[in-house]
């Protein structure tokens, strides 16, 4: 006998729901009409209604950053789809599980000319979203919805993780379904697996060649640590043998930067401890986990592995295989470090016999300058400095309060001068990088994390891009921090440009807008400052307020990105080596 009968909106809506979230960010439009009142009728899931699409798409991944579940998000086919192209693009390099709904006309209509088809047989919806979503796909029967509804949702948390998308016609939303969903295992999605073999022949790595245990012993930890929620875990194996730890960009706080044990990020925007550390000259054993070794993170390839010192751990086959000849685990970053701490008995010997000599060689890292100008953090100057605007903030700002960081030169001076406590409180759009994104993903970390501080430090070019998502801040009043580093420039590009004449110099610039008063315009609170020494008063106010702030901080653009390590490297690649 048939329990319930719900139509295929509410099935969505009780799905998302099941599956643990408590937000869907969307615009309407007749394409997803049905979804309005179907959101009337469940009162467990609070819309959100975005400026724009591509807003609405970056609010859903920094919900699943932010909770480390998934973020949804519901538009129409067509115009609404083609909005979340870049966002789902940039969810994907994250990997970042974004689940994309898009409403689309009755399976009968496809074809004939009504306003917005975008079916298979006109724009292909479906096919738009093919190369950047894991699995596109239409429900083109409403028996079809419960199986590719669970599906989508597989795909989507299978690691790697990757966004997916399904179009949803009219006449499947409309149409009713008799099955409910039932909440996916997370343990099916999300496997401890540890391929054992490999994992066993990474001990003799730690026993060392000959009999000598390697004492210069260092992890690097990515992203993959993060997903698996093995933060915990990795300080626990750090802290057990005194082994420094440096992390991706991506990955920035999974591994506390004021802890003893601490090299900070190494790579782009990187400190120099994790540079002498792990390339100036190679450790005796790098343990690198759930980092895919791309530019970035291997401060341009600088970072060599060699295979008789290196454990490559990672869930993906190909991020091993392509980057390293030495130990390749295929595992979950969380579960191997898990698994070798159930093996402590098996590299307590070797370990412990290193940890005065490693102690020494991290004390001598440790005593030469981690940051590039460090004194930048103070200046004085008008226009004011970018390292004295992140610097200022991190003073002011809670230790668990979550940034996020967005596109241009302000990435480079955040990743260098913040330091970060703890996972999941530095986020950042690290492989893509589209400009904007960081504005409208604070309102879904927000969503996700209400009762934590939440700011942003983003530029005055990604304002432009998406800077009108501080509406939907206001809108919910959620109070976050917006830091304009308003250097009326496209300041990386300018950094290049300028030197190249007058024309490069103009295209690279940009009139100097008052942010704050478009804050306000909005419904926000507004401060401008252009003296240094008023920006704690100014943060304070914005962290106290109930509404989000709009801080626009007149910057200098002439001011050198701290990346001199990695400009180092740049100059010493060549592909062909
Ligand atoms: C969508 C998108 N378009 C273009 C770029 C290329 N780009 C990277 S940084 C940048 C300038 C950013 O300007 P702004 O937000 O003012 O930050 P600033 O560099 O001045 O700190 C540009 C154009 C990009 N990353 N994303
Ligand atoms: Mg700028």
Redesign the pocket.
Known sequence: MKELTMLGTDYILDALVTEGLGHLFMVPGGLVDPFLPALGRQAALRPIVAAQEGGAAYMADGYARASGNFGAVLCIGGPGLGNTV?PIAGARTDGSPVFVLSGEVSTAAEGLGLFQDASSQTLDDVAVMKPLARYSSSVDNPRNLNHLFRRALIEMRTPPMAPVHLSIPHDVQTAAIDVRHARIDPAIVHPALVALDAAEASLALFAGAGGKPPARVAVLAGAGIEHGSGAASLRQFAEAFDIPVATTLRAKGVFPEDHPLSLGVFGYAGTHHARIALSDTPPDLLLVLGSGLDERDTLRWSLVLPPQRTIVVNASTLAIGQNTTGCGVVADAHAYVDWLLRQRDRVEAPLQSTRAARTVWLASIRAQPRLQDPDHQASAAQPIH?ARIVADLRSAFPRDGILLV??????A?AGHYWSAYAPRTYISATN?????WAIPAAVGVACAQPTRKVAVI????????HGLEVATAARYALPIVFVV???????????RAHSEGPVPAEL?S?PDIDWAAFGKSLGCDGETVRDPADLAHAYARALASKRPTVIDVK?D?RCATPVADWSAASAAWSYHE
């Open positions: 870049t970018p967005d596109s241009g030169a302000h990435r001076f893509l990088g589209p400009m904007g983003t530029g005055d070019g990604c304002m432009h891009m580093v308003n250097n009326a420039a496209l300041g990386n590009v300018w950094l690279t940009l910057a653009k």
